[in-house]
């Protein structure tokens, strides 16, 4: 066990590090950024909390005596109805879920239509390009649809881009250099959001409670059974919150765009 004790550490960057079990004494945390952290099973006591966002899955927080997650999720769902669609049980709630995914990112792509080309390649506070997202959810489709469901056992396009933290895995692509066009990745995506289509419009209850079939190879999911509820789950999920995502950050790609810049005056002065 290594110890820090009375030690200055301001600025230290801790990346692929494992703190599991470890131990806050009077530690200072101010302007820390935490990205992908698991923090399961943590007790805090006596901290202050001001001035904090926080994103992430919520279950079980408990905040002085308080079970924060279900007053978080009333709210979300207060905020934005659509999101109690996204947690379909039948197969006509599958196909209504999907349908309106359809039409909010419909308006979503609109919006990034007026943009400047080179700004769907734009990383904002460190988060994926507008491109980056859309070839993610191809990926996503292509891990839980046609991999997890369908048994495609590499059924990547090398457009396919899998989430940052995700091992390198042999035949799954991963290529963050590569500038393709909005509409090349969306004739894609709609290849691949059609497909999905195809397959809720012929589901069934027994279809929905069955599990897939191991799928031999690397790949992502691993090779097991899963539900193909749970599949299918995953994809309304990853359609819905990465669109706000995207949402979010266009926001501020607009701003950015839109933003008058500073003119000199006869004088010099700005």
Not at 62 to 72: A, M, R
Not at 101 to 121: F, K, S, V, Y
Request: proline share 6%; aromatic share 6%.
């Amino acid at each position: 066990m290594v110890e820090f004790v009375d030690q200055d550490l301001r600025g230290s960057r801790f990346a692929g590090v494992d703190l599991s079990g470890a131990q806050f004494r009077l530690v200072r945390l101010e302007g820390a950024d935490f990205r992908f952290v698991e923090l399961a099973d943590v007790t805090m006591r006596g901290v202050e909390l001001v001035n904090v966002a926080i994103t992430g899955e919520i279950v079980n927080v408990t905040v002085n005596g308080v079970d924060i997650g279900p007053l978080v999720d009333a709210e979300l769902d207060r905020r934005d109805p659509g999101r109690v669609a996204m947690r379909a049980s039948a197969p006509a709630e599958f196909v209504a879920a999907w349908a309106l995914l359809d039409r909010l990112w419909a308006g979503t792509i609109e919006r990034a239509r007026t943009l400047d080309p080179a700004l769907l390649h734009e990383s904002v506070d460190g988060e994926w390009s507008f491109i980056e997202t859309l070839r993610h959810l191809v990926f996503a489709t292509d891990a839980w649809v046609r991999r997890g469901i369908q048994g495609d056992p590499a059924p990547w396009d090398p457009l396919d881009l899998p989430w940052d933290q995700m091992p390198d895995t042999p035949g799954v692509p991963r290529d963050r250099e590569v500038r393709p066009s909005m509409d090349t990745v969306l004739a894609l995506r709609r290849d691949r959001t059609e497909g999905v289509r195809v397959l809720l419009s012929g589901l069934t209850e027994r279809a929905l409670d069955a599990g897939t079939e191991p799928v031999e190879g690397p790949g992502w999911p691993e090779s097991r059974s899963y539900p193909v509820r749970d599949c299918l789950l995953v994809v309304l999920n990853e359609e819905f919150q990465h669109r706000l995502y995207a949402e979010r950050d266009l926001g501020l790609l607009v701003a950015r765009a839109t933003a008058p810049t500073a003119r000199s005056t006869s004088s010099g002065v700005l």
